[in-house]
């Protein structure tokens, strides 16, 4: 058995694993802010959204767990066409709304050890064997979705994920100045900073800057965003998988990356790029119950978790105390503000999504702090 991690993490595939936020999904938090603005109510759990547009079928689910709705889509069943003609098993699982959130759905019951989906290699995007820097990774990603789109390839999988400008593009790599120093945590502050003079290098004189002409600046904008769209893509949905060569890949898979995150999932993926890459159940999961998986492990703490795939997890907070342990000069940052002045500017009416992740997530460091 060979097991998946991210690029994130260390070159062992022994261990859990990262994988991405969905690949498309109906409206998730970064839309808060516009869903109150329609007057939408938000109580306890994720806001719910309406469904038109999507047909949605009813299952029913296990005492204690919210029903989910199948979602019958164009989009969705293009998808699940292509990969069951290659040879994928997508007869257990269907995509759901749950309370507003996709995710993917038990259609049937299952038992620990069982095989929930499994994906060919061959569908997979591989996007080589390089290091753990996700740039070089995103030029190969961008140089495969143009050889796929004139060869007419993987369509089905790549119009299912977020463009460059979708509201689900939801890390600190596309917030503004006032966003980033709302985060108070200088360490993100500079990862973010970084990446993004790596980028505006590898652009070179088309990177846009404060001398760009006017006619020139929505060309020389649109190439920075369209490679650091690329960047969040690796960042938030490759999984590196042994190949037949011994060396770690970095893979696009399809349908995998619609999987939900819950810290306490038991499920794992395992496979290797010549073979199939499979989820399974390492727990029993009830016929219409969500299926979640683990995106990173035990350490992944908010920072990453927020860095690379846009949310903040309540459940992080022994990886934050690590966090904040190996980098105790960060701390003082956290004091600019009070939790209670935190919380207070968390209940405003109409507040920007990325400032709401923001102040959740120094929020998160702040308890951690406390306790």
Not at 34 to 50: F, H, L, N, W, Y
Not at 245 to 259: S, V
Request: proline share 6%; hydrophobic share 40%.
């Amino acid at each position: 058995m060979l097991w998946l991690c991210s690029t994130a993490s260390s070159a062992s595939f022994g261990g859990p694993l990262h994988l991405a936020a969905p690949a498309r999904r109906l409206p998730n938090a970064c839309m808060l802010a516009k869903q109150r603005k329609a007057g939408a109510k938000r109580k306890g759990g994720p806001t719910k959204i309406s469904t038109k547009g999507f047909g949605a079928a009813l299952v029913p689910a296990p005492r204690g767990v919210a029903p989910g709705k199948i979602l019958t889509d164009p989009a969705y069943d293009a998808l699940s066409e292509w990969l069951t003609a290659q040879g994928a098993n997508l007869q257990r699982v269907a995509i759901a709304d749950f309370g507003g959130l996709r995710g993917v759905m038990a259609t049937q019951e299952l038992a620990a050890g069982d095989e929930i989906i499994s994906i060919p290699g061959k569908c997979a995007v591989d996007l080589g064997s390089q290091g753990e820097d996700p740039i070089p990774a995103a030029l190969q990603l961008l140089q495969a979705l143009h050889s796929d789109a004139e060869r007419g390839r993987r369509t089905a999988y790549w119009e299912l994920l977020p463009p460059p400008y979708s509201p689900d593009l939801c890390t600190p790599d596309f917030f503004s100045e006032k966003e980033l120093q709302m985060l108070q945590w200088p360490p993100l502050v500079r990862e973010v900073r970084h990446r993004s003079a790596q980028l505006r290098k590898i652009l070179g004189d088309r990177a846009p800057t404060g001398d760009t002409d006017v006619e020139e600046l929505a060309v020389a904008g649109g190439r920075l965003r369209e490679l650091r769209w690329a960047t969040w893509l690796v960042l938030s949905r490759v999984l590196t998988v042994r190949g037949p060569d011994a060396k770690g890949h970095k893979l696009l898979i399809p349908f995998i990356d619609m999987f939900n995150h819950r810290s306490s999932s038991r499920h794992y993926l395992t496979g290797r790029t010549d073979g199939a890459l499979r989820v399974v159940a390492g727990a029993r999961v009830a016929a219409g119950e969500q299926i979640f998986i683990v995106y990173g492990t035990e350490a992944t703490s908010n920072a990453e978790l927020l860095g690379h795939y846009g949310f903040v997890d309540p459940s992080a907070h022994v990886a934050d105390r690590r966090l904040l342990e190996a980098h105790p000069e960060a701390q003082a940052a956290l004091s600019m503000s009070t939790m209670e002045e935190d919380e207070e500017l968390l209940r405003a009416e109409g507040l920007p999504a990325h400032e709401q992740l923001a102040l959740r997530f120094r929020l998160s460091l702040k308890q951690t702090l406390e306790e």
